[in-house]
Nanobody, 126 residues
């Protein structure tokens, strides 16, 4: 099973930017669909973005479209989440996730990933 470690969270003012990173262990990173989720206090965890094995396909939740960009570097076993124009409502713990199934199956499962990181806190002040 892949091990995932997130980094890059912190405190930022509204309108600012952060880039989250997720480093994955193992030699099969390029075979994983990767995703980002978030959980705000008192709320359920929600999907943010996902990217296919090659990076050729991506998907975003409506609240982050046009502001967040997911990318991956398979040579570095790392997936990124560039977050721009941050809003206070983006405050949450952000989790990295991985899944070995094909992209179409992950979408069909409504992004039900099977491996998770421990999360990194993002706080956006108004």
């Amino acid at each position: 099973q892949v091990q995932l470690v997130e980094s890059g969270g912190g405190l930022v003012q509204a309108g600012g930017s952060l880039r989250l990173s997720c480093a994955a262990s193992g030699r099969t990173f390029s075979r994983y669909v990767m995703g980002w989720f978030r959980q705000a206090p008192g709320k359920e965890r929600e999907f943010v973005a996902a990217i296919s094995w090659s990076g050729g396909s991506t998907s975003y939740a409506d609240p982050v479209k046009g502001r967040f960009t997911i990318s991956r570097d398979n040579a570095k076993n790392t997936v990124y989440l560039q977050m721009n124009s941050l809003k206070p409502e983006d405050t949450a713990v952000y989790y990295c996730a991985a899944d070995l199934r094909p992209w179409a199956m992950v979408i069909k499962s409504r992004f039900d990933f099977d491996s998770w990181g421990q999360g990194t806190q993002v706080t956006v002040s108004s």
